[in-house]
Nanobody
Framework: QVQLVESGGGLVQAGGSLRLSCAAS????????MGWFRQAPGQEREFVAA????????SYVDSVKGRFTISRDNAKNTVYLQMNSLKPEDTAVYYC??????????????????WGQGTQVTVSS
């Protein structure tokens, strides 16, 4: 079992920055991949970024490349999503997720076993 708790969401103006955090507990954190997804109203939950167990391998959806950075601190059992140059279209509920069957991470939602409750990010124009 893995429990995930996100924090760091909020309201920000376009062009601003936010850093999301996701604290994990339960299974040994440094042994599995993590991901961030987001869901805007009326839309499907979509992949944002993933990171391998070691932090050495990352992947991103094209729309956030160069603006968002995923990272992890295995000593603190935490994964982060640094979001810069935010746009109104980034507005969504952001979820972190754990893929305990993989060390590399995936963009496929179905691969993830555990999810946090989500944190709202709202970007005003």
């Amino acid at each position: 079992q893995v429990q995930l708790v996100e924090s760091g969401g909020g309201l920000v103006q376009a062009g601003g920055s936010l850093r999301l955090s996701c604290a994990a507990s339960g299974r040994t954190f440094g042994t599995y991949a993590m991901g961030w997804f987001r869901q805007a109203p009326g839309q499907e939950r979509e992949f944002v970024a993933a990171i391998s167990w070691s932090g050495r391998t990352t992947s991103y959806v094209d729309s956030v490349k160069g603006r968002f950075t995923i990272s992890r601190d295995n000593a603190k059992n935490t994964v982060y999503l640094q979001m810069n140059s935010l746009k109104p279209e980034d507005t969504a509920v952001y979820y972190c997720a754990a893929d305990v069957s993989s060390r590399t991470g995936s963009s496929r939602r179905a691969e993830y076993d555990y999810w946090g409750q989500g944190t709202q990010v709202t970007v005003s124009s």
